[in-house]
């Protein structure tokens, strides 16, 4: 009963659960899962089965499926089960079998989790598990963080098995004398995993017998060198990312002075769902102009002057706002609009955020909207029409200027580039007796 016992030590040492909670336990029918009910149920540990039929190999799935059942009959424990059309989710959904099984069944776990009195759901990963996550992701490229395998808890996910190699699994289910069903697709090497566990292992315990063992040791220290590691990174994320509303700015001369750039560079930008490969791309906007910019599905990095600013990126704004002539004060997402209405001044200040434009030419509601492609107006001062575009290149205005810049438009007409420039048709004449006063902020 070696195992038993280490079972027991390991949920204590890890603090995974209590003998208070109730289990919901993952399981295929296969020997790992099979062994870690019965641990359970020596145990005494208050715990249901659940079981994933994913219909991909026809009659031995459903025999999977009638074997678990009688297996939680004889346990005496409630049983749930869920067939799933894997293949269909995958084509639909464009992932692999692998992804589309692993998003299916989870996503029915957390509904049985949030529909009944369950503290935690426990799957049967083992030593073997974490030493092939860690040599795949090894592989993969994922950094540290990559390294430390499979983590015992996660939220409410539990791997209490952890520690045992599936050697140790296989003499206990023989004494035990417990029944368990083979997947005939774990002998396919199809599967990344299955080529690791069944070609490249193997092939390196030829030159190191004692391979697996060095790899579970391996597995735990990198497991403490990440909490070690990620402490550090913590602090330096800290040091260098400038929470701005929605964005963050970096400082491009601090980063420049970073030891171990490329590493803090990967950190930083996998949280925003850049690749690894991508650290490179972004190492050059340290060196490139501004304006120059790297995306990932979620988010831009761009280099704006001194910095770089991370943002997520969103589906074109098309809002617009309406100004109504008994409106004094309007606020949309680039600032606040204050109006007044006044006799025409003796003598006009210049200022960038106040347009003062003469009353008798505008029409009520003016309306506030993003600027785009095409748009046009004529520049205080101009009497030629010019298109936003170029007004933008001749002013020198970034990208983000320019992504942040809206119009004030009356009767299909650009009166103002909001905090740049009123539109010369506009603008206060000798004629002018009544002036409309814009102030942004």
Sequence with gaps: MELFNSFKKYIQKENLFYSKDHLLVAVSGGVDSIVLCDL??????DFSIAH??????????????????????????????????????????????????????YAWFDELISGMPVSFLLTAHHADDDVETMLINFFKGTGINGLKGILPKQQKIVRPLLFASKETILTYAKKQELSFREDSSNSSDKYTRNYFRN???????????????????????FKEVNDIYNAAIQKTKDSLLI?????????????????????????????FNFSPAQSAEVEKLLHAESGKYVLSSTHRILRNRKWLIVSALSAPDNSIFLLEKNIHEITFPAGKINIRQHSAPQKIEPAKNIAQLTAADIRFPLIIR??????????????????????????????????????????????????????????????????????FT
């Design 52 to 105: 994933c039929n994913f219909q991909l190999r026809n009659e031995e799935s459903d025999g999977d499926e009638q074997f678990v059942k009688a297996f939680a009959e004889k346990m005496n424990v409630p049983f749930f089960v869920k067939r799933f059309d894997t293949e269909k989710y995958s084509a639909d959904n464009k992932v692999s079998i692998q992804v589309a099984a692993r998003e299916l069944r």
């Design 199 to 221: 070609q490249l292992i193997p092939a390196l315990e030829k030159v190191f017998p004692q391979v697996k063992e060095n790899l579970f040791d391996n597995v735990h220290r």
């Design 243 to 271: 929470r701005v509303g929605g964005e963050y700015h970096i400082s491009v001369q601090k980063l420049l002075r970073m030891p171990a750039l490329n590493t803090v560079l990967f950190e930083i930008i996998g949280g």
């Design 370 to 439: 993003r600027w785009k492609q095409g748009d046009y107006f004529y520049p205080l001062g101009m009497k030629k029409k010019k298109k936003l575009s170029r007004f933008f290149i001749d002013q020198k205005l970034s990208l983000l200027e320019k992504e942040n810049t809206w119009v004030m438009e009356s009767d299909k007409r650009i009166v103002w580039v909001i905090g740049h420039r009123i539109d010369d048709r506009f603008k206060i004449t000798g004629k002018t007796t009544s002036v409309i006063n814009l102030s």
């Design 40 to 45: 359970c149920k020596e145990a005494g540990f």
